[in-house]
């Protein structure tokens, strides 16, 4: 299973900013697009945003647009989440996995995810 870890989760006040990191081992992140999903508790997982192979391009979701934006580089193997102008409604676990952008289809397995707390 191609497996991906996250990590820059915590605890921020609303209207703060966190950067999220999504890396892998083992395999060539740039061989996919990737996909961020959330989950609030009692809510269903939804999708984020998603960037492509190349990064050339990037899907948001409407609730976000504006306010986060992805990016990687594929040279560090790595993929980014920055969230700015954050709200409680933002509150969730965070998560990334290799997606097929165009659908939002999650493809690989789900990892531990990263918590993301916005409360003042």
């Known amino acids: 299973q191609l497996q991906l870890v996250e990590s820059g989760g915590g605890l921020v006040q609303p209207g703060g900013s966190l950067r999220l990191s999504c890396s892998a081992s083992?395999?060539?992140?740039?061989?996919?697009?990737i996909g961020w999903f959330r989950q609030a508790p009692g809510k269903e997982r939804e999708g984020v945003s998603c960037?492509?192979?190349?990064?050339?391009?990037?899907n948001y979701a409407d609730s976000v647009k504006g306010r986060f934006t992805t990016s990687r580089d594929n040279a560090k193997n790595t993929v980014y989440l920055r969230m700015n102008s954050l709200k409680p409604e933002d509150t969730a676990v965070y998560y990334c996995v290799i997606t097929r952008c165009g659908s939002w289809a999650p493809l690989g397995s789900w990892g531990q995810g990263t918590q993301v707390t916005v409360s003042s």
């Open positions: 083992g395999f060539t992140l740039g061989y996919y697009d």
């Open positions: 960037v492509s192979s190349s990064g050339g391009s990037t």
